[in-house]
Each structure stands twice: as C-alpha cells, then as structure tokens.
C-alpha cells in the first residue's frame, strides 16, 4: 500500500517533469519558428519582389502577392507558417527545384555521419586528456592543455581546414582530398542510409569503405579538435572539484591505488555532468560542421546551407537554419533531461 | 607617505582615493598573471596597428601590381603577395582596422542591449521576467553562427549587415548575466532606501543596478570578442561579411583557398592575425575574470 502511494507520486512527479519538458521544448520550436518566419517574412523589404524581380508587371507582382498569402495579417500568416511546417513542408528551393524537406532529408546523414565521427574523436581523447591535467595540476601537460584548450575558441574552422587540405593531403598524402568519395569510386554502393560507412560495410565492399574513411577521416578529425578542447576543459574542472574532496583524501590515506582513486573514486561522480558536456559539444559540431563542409566540399547540410545562402535561395535557407536549430534545441533537452534523470540530487 | 602607500590606504578618505586604490590593487593582481600580460600586449598591438596601419604597412592594402603576382614570403614582402599583386602584410596590418570595429561596434550594441534586458527582467521580476527570458532562451538554444548566417541571408551580405547579425545573437548571454546579477541583490537594503527616498525604476536601474553588473559584462564580452572575430571572418570568408577589396581577414582567407596547395601562404598568413588576435582576447579575459569576478573563478 505504501509502496504504492509512492510510485504514484513518483510517477506523477515524472509525469510532471515530462510534461513540463515537453512544454517547454515546443514553446522553444516555436520561437525558432517565430525566428525564421521573421527573418522570411519581415527582414527583407520586400519579400515579392526576390521572388519575381524587379522586371514582373504590376499584375505580376500583385499576383505573386496574393499566392504567396501576404496580402493577409501577419499572425494568421505566422500560423499557416506553422501549420505547413509541422507538416513537413518547408517550401521548395529555387535552386534545385525540389522540396527543401526532400533534399534536407537527402543530405543530413553525411553532416550526421562526420559529426559523429567528430564527437567520438572529441570524447575518446578529450576525456583521458582532461582527467590527466587535473591530476597534474599546475605542471607542464596542465599548462600545454590549457593553451591547446584556448586554441580550440581561437582557430577559425575553416582556416584550420584549409591548413590541414594543404599540409596532411597536398603535402602528405595521408588523406583523401575534398568531397566524399573519389570519383571511380562513386555510386558503386546503393545508398540506403546515405551514411556512406554504413552503406560500404552494408554492401560489403572494403574498397569503397576504405576511401569513405580516408576522406572522411581530416574534416572529422578537426571537428574532433574542436569539442577535444571543450570537452578537456570542462573534464578538467569538473575533476578539479572532485580531487579536492575530502573522500579522495580518505581513499588515499586507506592506500586505495591511486588510478583507483582517479578513475573509480574521481570519475565515477562526475559521469553524469559530463553527459551534458558531451550533448552540448555534439551539437557545437552540427554548427561547426557548416564551414568544414563549405572547405571540405562535404555534400551535408552546411554545405546546402551556404550553397542556398550564395544563390539567395531563402527557402532553403530558413529550412536548414530550421533543422539545424531543431537539432540543437533537441540535443540540449535530451542531456538536459538525462542529467536529471541520471543524477538524483537534481530531481 | 608614498603614492603606493597611499593607494593601499585601508581607510581611503575620498572616494577618488577608495576608487584608485581598488583599480591599482586590481591591475597589479591582473600584472602577476603571465597569460593576461600577454593577451593585454596582444590587444594593444591591435590597437597601435590599427591606430597607426598607413605608418607599419609598406604598401596600400589596395595597390594592384600584377607583375608581382604570388610572390612567396621574402624580407621585401613579408607574408608575400596575392594573386593580384598586393602586399599581404599591408592588407593583414589594414584588416586589424575592420576586426577592430567590428567586435567594437558588436559590443556596443549587444552588451547594452543585454545587459538593459536583463536588468529589466531581474528588477521587475514576474511576467516581465518571463516574457523577456522566455525570449531570451530562443535565442540562446539557437545555435549562433547559423542564426547570424540566416540573418545576413535576409539583409544582404555586407559589413554593417554581418555586423547587425552577430550582435543579434550575441546580446542573450549579457541578458542572462545581467539578471543573475540583479537578482542577486535587487532586495538588498541600499536598493530599498533609493525607493524608500522616491527613486524612480529607471533612475533604480539606470543609477543603482546596472554599474553593479559592469565588471561580470566587462569580463564576458571580452571572452566573447573571440567567438565575435571568428563568426565575422567565417561570414567574410563565405562572401557574406566585408566584401572585396576590403582586407578583412575572413575574405583574404577566401580568395586564397583556390591558391592553398601551391601558394600556401595567401590563405595562411591572416588566420594567424585572427588566431593571435582571438588568443589575445581569451588571455585577457580569463585574467580579467579571475581579477574582476573571482566567484566564477575558472582556475580551480
């Protein structure tokens, strides 16, 4: 009986947490609705005459006015916005003459597939690297991290990406060059998640896999760079407040080993913060990922988004700007909500 | 008594001497600090090359001399020339003059804007607070550099536009500071004598809250400058910030990627003006922030 009064308080008040989140995270779509209908609708002068130029007629213009319904009151303007969103249709784009949505849902998976790649690069040596400075506090490799951390919001990507084409595959020879694949190499898969890896090893052809990787592996690698810096810094402080505790005091003087101490005692407490951290720089390189693409001639979605951008392609624009802020708010909400979940003095 | 003595006087006896003692005793703790010394010489440097640009670059940033064309670095061009023949260093030393107004004008705009906004929302409290935050928090779960791209995209690529565009995104992190700030001490006793003696809300604001929020402002937006430098070159190198022949660093970057497997040194040499730049920014703000606002504290 009493066990039962809990649960359902417990289930109430997750109920409620969920409730609350998802709430939240709806009215946070609906400013980045409000956003793009904003920057569409209202920032441009005159949003007919980029559609038709300034050579159409009047009847042209008046026409073109009323098709594309601004001849009604702003709000009810913002809400078939909306509407037609929430449906999937974010307009067609001028330049490929296809449905945003179609051509968005076309090229994510290889912004997808380096971001991922990226993230992986920027946990699996950000977090050792950040847990190693605070255990050296103050010496050397502290000091190299910090600078190196630095560097990480000083270096522009697209700088850093150019630096790496020139000296790793120019100069090199290490890597593959600009694009996907090699160009005998195209096509020879079918694309069924267009997550080119995934498609290779699906067909089982290693070649294709292989220089996937290759090209794959230096626009991935300075993503990495990116959240490797973020990802150490914040590893190193929040492992800072834990070694300065009194129970890593007391683990020491009982003789717990000291990588014991460091990676059970020290870590373990702040797994759960550094979810965050990682949802956080996951979505920092969806963002990144814009000028990698635009250097890396990478067919994902910043390079449909600075490719609309030049040719004053705005549906297209809005589309992307759409998805990738969706994609953030929702990587913030989910590491948001599984913080909560993982850590019980959050609740 | 000396002058020192008398800056560290523990009982000042005017108020210009309490003022001076506390800005001696700050900029000699921000001395001590290596890494800030080095990010104050870098953002001085900036300063003198942009003040005295026409003095320390040898060529006009503008001068076409097509017979020296792609000229390798050499102690007559230091950084080389581009493909028109202009004096890469002229045009790295005349950029220092746009990054300079740039995160100066993004500034001027978003930290006011913000910090307005956010002491508005943290006074007021109630729907005031929620309404202004509600928006504030679109803004901030928005990831920058594409909301700026979108921005430009509407107004039309330009420095001015790129510059209404990064100061846009950048207002929302002042506002949240701005409130933290004033919550913390909007029911504080030398608050309520101002309203006791009929001090109006804006004269409260205006007089009473904001001076308090300036150091924690002072110290993020100089960390911000860097995220500022590197969104305004990433919209000159996409073609949508300072447009030709303008020598903004972002753009310079641009014209040399076609360049960057045999002539290196085009695309190369102003990321590293915008590298040692944006470095120099984050120095002085990690010091500033450990002088100016030790309970954030980022060394631990």
Known sequence: ?347 | MSTRDWLLDDSPATLTQANLGRAWRMTTTLLRNPLAVAGLLIVLLLLATALFAPWIAPETPVGQNLQARLLPPSAEHWMGTDELGRDIFSRVVYGSRITLMIVALVAVISAPLGLIIGAVAGYFGGWVDRILMGVTDVFLSLPKLILALAFVAALGPGIENAIIAIAITAWPAYARIARAETLTFRNDEYIQAVRLVGGSHSRIIFRHVLPLCTSSMIVRATLDMAGIILTAAGLGFLGLGAQPPLPEWGAMISRGRTFILDQWWVATMPGFAIILVSLGFCFLGDGLRDVLDPKQGGEK
């Open chain 1, 1 to 347: 009986m009493a066990i039962d009064a809990t649960m359902a308080v417990r289930a109430g008040r997750s109920a409620k947490g969920v409730g609350g989140f998802v709430v939240v995270t709806a009215l946070t779509f609906l400013g980045l609705l409000a956003i793009t209908f904003f920057i569409g609708r209202v920032v441009p002068i005159d949003p007919v005459l980029s559609v038709v130029g300034d050579r159409a007629t009047q009847a042209q213009y008046d026409a073109a006015r009323v098709a594309m319904g601004l001849d009604r009151p702003l709000i009810i303007q913002f809400f078939d916005y909306v509407w037609s969103v929430m449906q999937g249709d974010l307009g067609t784009s001028i330049s490929t003459n296809r449905p945003v949505a179609d051509d968005l849902l076309r090229v994510f998976p290889a912004t997808l597939e380096m971001a991922t790649l990226g993230i992986l690069i920027g946990v699996a040596l950000g977090v050792p690297a950040g847990v190693w400075a605070a255990t050296r506090r103050g010496e050397w490799v502290d000091q190299v991290m910090r600078v190196f951390a630095l560097l990480g919001y000083s270096v522009p990507a697209f700088w850093l990406g150019l630096v790496g084409l020139a000296f790793f595959y120019a100069g090199l020879g290490w890597v593959a060059g600009p694009g996907r694949l090699d160009i005998f190499y195209e096509g020879l898969v079918p694309a069924r998640t267009n997550v080119m890896l995934i498609d290779a090893a699906l067909a089982g052809d290693w070649d294709v896999f292989r220089n996937a990787l290759a090209h794959l592996v230096l626009p991935a690698s300075i993503l990495g760079f990116f959240s490797l810096a973020f990802i150490a810094r914040m590893t190193r402080s929040f492992m800072l407040d834990q070694l300065g505790q009194e129970f890593i005091t007391t683990a020491r003087v009982k003789g717990v080993p000291e990588w014991r101490v460091i990676w059970v005692h020290g870590f373990k407490p702040i797994r759960v913060p550094l979810i965050t951290v990682i949802g956080l720089s996951y979505a920092a390189l969806l963002e990144g990922s814009v000028m990698i693409e635009t250097v890396f001639s990478w067919p994902g979605i910043g390079n449909y988004l600075t490719t609309a951008l030049l040719n004053a392609d705005m549906n297209a624009v809005l589309g992307a700007t759409l998805v990738i802020g969706s994609v953030f708010i929702l990587i913030n909400k989910i590491s948001d909500v599984l913080y909560r979940v993982l850590d019980p003095r959050s609740r």
